[in-house]
T-cell receptor, first 109, second 116 residues
Framework: GQNIDQPTEMTATEGAIVQINCTYQTSGFNGLFWYQQHAGEAPTFLSYNVLDGLEEKGRFSSFLSRSKGYSYLLLKELQMKDSASYLCAVMDSNYQLIWGAGTKLIIKP | ETGVTQTPRHLVMGMTNKKSLKCEQHLGHNAMYWYKQSAKKPLELMFVYNFKEQTENNSVPSRFSPECPNSSHLFLHLHTLQPEDSALYLC???????????????FGAGSRLTVL
């Protein structure tokens, strides 16, 4: 079966760096997405990786290794507003999105 | 309004009630989706409409009935639901529903449904 694994919850300190990992086993691969979802709000698109390597967007970076079935989302200079759930999703060979259960990130002062 | 708007934001219903969830997008997108989000579980795709045609129905019970009158509006009609159907129902849209790895979804804030 197809599976996406990510930690259920992580805690980090304001101003620090945190890395949220996502591993996947899917039938084929057509890209990996990260979304951010604040409590009670809509998930919003953060990044899309289809080739190996690091994509940087301001304080957020996303990394992909297709051979390892692995991605991470790196958040730098953490702010309190970064407290949210982070959803990893992979598009399989049928262009269906397979979702992880999300990682709840708690930022402490 | 811009983006994807869902109403109502909260809904409590009994198992014998009939209610509807509404979704509206003002992004000019041609594909619309219904997802179910339960605590600590992955998003579950329920229905997909592409250019008003239903292209996906992921074995959803018939007590959930979608309707897409045009590319901007999507409804989810609810009838004789079960307590386990209590969840957050998210609507999303994208440029289109064709095979594209960069098909980014824009989500609404969801309708929180509680079935008593």
């Amino acid at each position: 079966g197809q599976n996406i694994d990510q930690p259920t919850e992580m805690t980090a300190t304001e101003g620090a760096i945190v890395q949220i990992n996502c591993t996947y086993q899917t039938s084929g691969f057509n890209g990996l997405f990260w979304y951010q979802q604040h409590a009670g709000e809509a998930p919003t698109f953060l990044s899309y990786n289809v080739l190996d390597g690091l994509e940087e967007k301001g304080r957020f970076s996303s990394f992909l290794s297709r051979s390892k079935g692995y991605s991470y989302l790196l958040l730098k200079e953490l702010q309190m507003k970064d407290s949210a759930s982070y959803l990893c999703a992979v598009m399989d060979s049928n262009y269906q999105l397979i979702w992880g259960a999300g990682t709840k990130l708690i930022i402490k002062p | 309004e811009t983006g994807v708007t869902q109403t109502p934001r909260h809904l409590v219903m009994g198992m014998t009630n009939k209610k509807s969830l509404k979704c509206e997008q003002h992004l000019g997108h041609n594909a619309m989706y219904w997802y179910k989000q339960s605590a600590k579980k992955p998003l579950e795709l329920m229905f997909v409409y592409n250019f008003k045609e239903q292209t996906e129905n992921n074995s959803v019970p018939s007590r959930f009935s979608p309707e897409c009158p045009n590319s901007s509006h999507l409804f989810l009609h609810l009838h004789t639901l079960q307590p386990e159907d209590s969840a957050l129902y998210l609507c999303a849209s994208s440029q289109d529903g064709t095979s594209s790895g960069a098909n980014v979804l824009t989500f609404g804030a969801g309708s929180r449904l509680t079935v008593l």
